[in-house]
Nanobody
Framework: QVQLAESGGGLVQAGGSLRLSCAPS????????IGWFRRAPGKEREFVAT????????DYADSVKGRFTIFRDNAKNTVDLQMNSLKDEDTAVYYC???????????????????WGQGTQVTVSS
Protein backbone atom coordinates (compact mmCIF):
# COMPACT_ATOMS: atom_id res chain seq x y z
CA GLN A 1 0.00 0.00 0.00
CA VAL A 2 1.26 3.47 -0.91
CA GLN A 3 0.21 6.60 0.96
CA LEU A 4 0.72 10.12 -0.33
CA ALA A 5 0.56 13.44 1.48
CA GLU A 6 0.80 16.82 -0.20
CA SER A 7 1.91 20.05 1.43
CA GLY A 8 3.08 23.53 0.49
CA GLY A 9 -0.06 25.03 -0.96
CA GLY A 10 -1.23 28.51 -0.15
CA LEU A 11 -2.04 31.97 -1.45
CA VAL A 12 0.43 33.69 -3.77
CA GLN A 13 0.35 36.69 -6.04
CA ALA A 14 0.46 36.29 -9.79
CA GLY A 15 4.05 36.05 -10.92
CA GLY A 16 5.14 34.48 -7.66
CA SER A 17 6.37 31.01 -6.79
CA LEU A 18 5.36 28.07 -4.63
CA ARG A 19 6.93 24.70 -4.01
CA LEU A 20 4.61 21.78 -3.38
CA SER A 21 5.83 18.60 -1.73
CA CYS A 22 4.50 15.09 -2.02
CA ALA A 23 5.62 12.69 0.69
CA PRO A 24 5.09 9.11 -0.47
CA SER A 25 5.33 6.21 1.93
CA UNK A 26 4.77 2.51 1.67
CA UNK A 27 6.95 -0.30 0.48
CA UNK A 28 6.66 0.07 -3.29
CA UNK A 29 6.43 3.78 -3.99
CA UNK A 30 10.10 4.04 -5.00
CA UNK A 31 9.32 1.82 -8.00
CA UNK A 32 6.27 3.82 -9.14
CA UNK A 33 5.84 6.82 -11.37
CA ILE A 34 4.63 9.91 -9.48
CA GLY A 35 2.36 12.44 -11.11
CA TRP A 36 0.93 15.81 -10.15
CA PHE A 37 -2.61 16.68 -11.21
CA ARG A 38 -4.88 19.60 -10.44
CA ARG A 39 -8.57 20.40 -10.38
CA ALA A 40 -9.70 23.98 -10.77
CA PRO A 41 -13.18 25.09 -9.64
CA GLY A 42 -15.78 23.92 -12.13
CA LYS A 43 -13.25 22.07 -14.27
CA GLU A 44 -12.11 18.52 -14.83
CA ARG A 45 -8.98 17.18 -13.20
CA GLU A 46 -5.98 17.72 -15.45
CA PHE A 47 -2.45 16.41 -15.71
CA VAL A 48 0.33 18.76 -14.62
CA ALA A 49 3.65 16.87 -14.41
CA THR A 50 5.10 13.41 -13.98
CA UNK A 51 8.42 11.77 -13.10
CA UNK A 52 9.29 8.13 -13.64
CA UNK A 53 10.30 5.77 -10.85
CA UNK A 54 14.02 6.63 -10.80
CA UNK A 55 13.75 10.28 -11.72
CA UNK A 56 15.28 9.77 -15.12
CA UNK A 57 12.40 11.14 -17.16
CA UNK A 58 9.93 13.96 -16.62
CA ASP A 59 7.02 15.27 -18.66
CA TYR A 60 4.80 18.33 -18.33
CA ALA A 61 1.51 19.69 -19.54
CA ASP A 62 1.97 22.36 -22.19
CA SER A 63 0.28 24.89 -19.93
CA VAL A 64 3.04 24.62 -17.30
CA LYS A 65 6.08 23.76 -19.41
CA GLY A 66 8.93 26.14 -18.68
CA ARG A 67 7.32 27.35 -15.45
CA PHE A 68 6.97 24.18 -13.33
CA THR A 69 9.66 21.65 -12.46
CA ILE A 70 9.17 18.25 -10.85
CA PHE A 71 11.93 16.83 -8.62
CA ARG A 72 12.18 13.35 -7.17
CA ASP A 73 14.43 12.23 -4.31
CA ASN A 74 13.65 8.67 -3.21
CA ALA A 75 16.29 8.84 -0.48
CA LYS A 76 14.42 11.76 1.12
CA ASN A 77 10.94 10.41 0.30
CA THR A 78 9.87 13.52 -1.57
CA VAL A 79 8.56 14.46 -4.97
CA ASP A 80 8.39 18.24 -5.23
CA LEU A 81 6.73 20.51 -7.73
CA GLN A 82 8.43 23.90 -8.07
CA MET A 83 5.97 26.38 -9.55
CA ASN A 84 7.26 29.70 -10.88
CA SER A 85 5.62 32.58 -12.74
CA LEU A 86 2.25 31.57 -11.36
CA LYS A 87 -0.89 32.71 -13.16
CA ASP A 88 -4.51 33.08 -12.11
CA GLU A 89 -5.35 29.97 -14.10
CA ASP A 90 -3.00 27.90 -11.94
CA THR A 91 -5.47 28.23 -9.06
CA ALA A 92 -6.60 24.70 -8.20
CA VAL A 93 -6.35 21.85 -5.75
CA TYR A 94 -3.15 19.98 -6.55
CA TYR A 95 -2.87 16.22 -6.08
CA CYS A 96 0.04 13.84 -6.28
CA UNK A 97 -0.50 10.26 -7.33
CA UNK A 98 1.47 7.02 -7.67
CA UNK A 99 1.16 4.79 -10.72
CA UNK A 100 -0.51 1.40 -10.98
CA UNK A 101 2.50 -0.17 -12.62
CA UNK A 102 6.01 -0.45 -11.24
CA UNK A 103 9.26 0.40 -13.01
CA UNK A 104 7.34 2.10 -15.81
CA UNK A 105 7.70 5.35 -17.68
CA UNK A 106 5.83 8.63 -17.48
CA UNK A 107 2.04 8.75 -17.71
CA UNK A 108 -0.39 11.52 -18.56
CA UNK A 109 -3.69 9.86 -17.83
CA UNK A 110 -5.25 9.79 -14.38
CA UNK A 111 -6.36 6.20 -14.97
CA UNK A 112 -2.69 5.16 -14.94
CA UNK A 113 -2.45 6.12 -11.28
CA UNK A 114 -3.70 4.00 -8.43
CA UNK A 115 -2.86 5.90 -5.25
CA TRP A 116 -3.84 9.51 -4.59
CA GLY A 117 -3.20 12.10 -1.93
CA GLN A 118 -5.82 14.37 -0.38
CA GLY A 119 -4.69 17.46 -2.26
CA THR A 120 -3.41 20.91 -1.36
CA GLN A 121 -5.01 24.20 -2.36
CA VAL A 122 -3.09 26.71 -4.46
CA THR A 123 -4.66 30.12 -4.96
CA VAL A 124 -3.08 32.72 -7.24
CA SER A 125 -4.34 36.26 -6.88
CA SER A 126 -3.89 39.01 -9.46
Amino acid sequence: QVQLAESGGGLVQAGGSLRLSCAPSGGTYTSRTIGWFRRAPGKEREFVATVDWNGGRTDYADSVKGRFTIFRDNAKNTVDLQMNSLKDEDTAVYYCAASRTRFGGTYYGASEYRYWGQGTQVTVSS
